[in-house]
């Protein structure tokens, strides 16, 4: 067991391909035992006011309370995890996100693995499963996380210091001359490497959120044709937002 892991945070790196390093923070047994106790109670919440509701409906019956129950805890994080970039609001408030280990955003597949696993390695078993996976494997990974190849990463250190270099202000991607750049050669995966970085960058402190940005963009600056941004950030928002006008 690392004890470090009942109070704080792991940093893992990961390569990608293009050579740049992602470094995320791991998420601890507490921040995750928090998100997901305020998930519980919310799923308990949703299941009795059903319950209620097809109570008042003079629907109730036996066979309904166990699928009722199972779509709950199942459809739940699904859904928040699919629509809102991997964050339940358990999760959101925590500072918490899922994502897949390769630092990329999580999709349904691996989504909908962990969730069900979560069936078995969670409440149903007291979460020892899950408590013992996060204290011995090196990234912080219940079995639902190892089996989907998925993460549960930290977005922002709750009452951090603030950085010594302040972050400096950038525009939002600019829609006028869209579609001038030729972003053909990049594929899903770095194009999922850049809105990884864009949606979780407001939670990295200012410098490593420059020199992530700068190591991101003097990688796929080569494979832009026409880029003519010079600002790192500005340069991966672009990125993003000509490949979103091509339906990428």
């Known amino acids: 067991m690392r004890p470090s892991d009942l109070s704080l945070d792991d940093r893992v790196a990961i390569a990608t391909p293009e050579g740049v390093e992602l470094e995320l923070t791991l998420a601890g047994l507490g921040s995750r035992a928090i998100a997901g106790g305020t998930d519980l109670v919310i799923k308990g919440l949703v299941i009795l006011l059903l319950m209620i ?13 166990i699928p009722i129950i199972a779509l709950v805890l199942l459809g739940y994080d699904i859904a928040f995890e ?22 990329g955003p999580v ?6 693995v962990r969730n069900v696993l979560r069936l078995v390695d969670g409440l149903p078993l007291s979460y020892v499963p899950t408590i013992v996976g996060v204290l011995l494997t090196r990234r912080n990974q219940r079995p639902g996380d190892l089996v989907a190849g998925t993460l549960v990463i930290r977005e922002r250190m709750a009452g951090a210091a603030a950085p010594a270099v302040a972050a400096p202000a950038y525009a939002p991607p600019v829609a006028p001359g869209a579609g001038s750049w030729d972003v053909s050669a990049l594929d899903g995966e770095q194009l999922a490497m850049v809105r990884s970085f864009l949606a979780r960058r407001e939670g990295l402190e200012a410098t490593a959120r420059a020199r992530l940005a700068g190591r991101l963009a003097a990688a796929l600056r080569p494979r832009v044709g026409g880029a003519d941004e010079p600002d790192a950030e500005r340069f991966l928002e672009r990125l993003e937002h000509e490949k979103a006008a091509r339906g990428s």
Not at 53 to 65: F, G, K, Q, R
Not at 107 to 112: E, G, K, N
């Open 53 to 65: 509701s097809l109570s008042a409906l003079e629907v109730v019956a036996l066979a309904l309370i």
């Open 107 to 112: 999709d349904l597949a691996s989504s909908a």
């Open 82 to 103: 699919m629509l809102a970039q991997g964050r339940t609001p358990g999760k959101r408030m925590s500072g918490l996100r899922v994502v897949r280990d390769s630092g």
